[in-house]
């Protein structure tokens, strides 16, 4: 059964700091990894979606890392900002079906 | 959020008291599913559909009815209420699983008394 783990919980970093949010997961046949953000009371937005295939991608100050191997995956913010706050998960496929799993989220707040 | 709404935002129930969440999209995405959030457990997924007709079972199906009759729709029947229902409600849409980002709606705020 695949199972999704987000470490830390929770994270609170000063204005400008670079940071790493990490996702493991248990079983390494993934299709594709995705991370969110979910701003307080608000739905899922993507960020980033990584193949299997790939790995690695990124999005203007974020980037994204996927080692299957070790059934893990990073999210790298580059010069966060005040704005960055907020909830982030990962999601994985699992393998043969057609289910979503997600992990519970690291809370991020960063500090102006 | 884009091309997914959700009706409606907030609703209050009493226990026993039946009702039906609305999806609808306007992609013509083939996959939709529904999850809960609630604190702590994450978003667990609850009932999916690839197609038209086609609906499947996900983590916690318990105590929710769904249908697909159309492309557009996938509406989350609650049958019979009760306290543990109380969460926030997402509906999912995307091409592929597989391949393609998922997209979100807002949500229903959920309380069952």
């Known amino acids: 059964k695949q199972e999704v783990t987000q470490i830390p919980a929770a994270l609170s970093v000063p204005e400008g700091e670079n940071l790493v949010l990490n996702c493991s997961f248990t079983?390494?046949?993934?299709?594709?990894l995705q991370w969110f953000r979910q701003d307080p009371g608000k739905g899922l937005t993507s960020l980033l979606l990584?193949?299997?295939?790939?790995r690695e991608q990124t999005s203007g100050r974020l980037n994204a890392s996927l080692d299957k191997s070790s059934g893990r995956s990073t999210l790298y913010i580059a010069a966060s900002q005040p704005g960055d706050s907020a909830t982030y998960l990962c999601?994985?496929?699992?393998?043969?079906?057609?289910?979503?799993?997600f992990g519970t989220g690291t809370r991020l707040k960063v500090l102006a | 959020n884009a091309g997914v709404t959700q009706t409606p935002k907030f609703q209050v129930l009493k226990t026993g008291q039946s009702m039906t969440l609305q999806c609808a999209q306007d992609?013509?995405?083939?996959?939709m599913s529904w999850y809960r959030q609630d604190p702590g457990m994450g978003l667990r997924l609850i009932h999916y559909?690839?197609?038209?007709?086609?609906?499947d079972q996900g983590e916690v199906p318990n105590g929710y009815n769904v249908s697909r009759s159309t492309t557009e729709d996938f509406p989350l029947r609650l049958l019979s209420a009760a306290p543990s229902q109380t969460s926030v409600y997402f509906c999912?849409?995307?091409?592929?699983?597989?391949?393609?980002?998922?997209?979100f709606g807002p949500g229903t705020r959920l309380t069952v008394l």
């Open positions: 999601a994985v496929p699992t393998s043969g079906t057609y289910k979503y799993i």
């Open positions: 079983d390494s046949a993934i299709y594709n």
């Open positions: 990584i193949q299997s295939s790939q």
């Open positions: 992609m013509n995405h083939e996959y």
């Open positions: 559909s690839v197609g038209a007709g086609i609906t």
């Open positions: 999912a849409i995307g091409s592929s699983i597989f391949t393609d980002t998922q997209y």
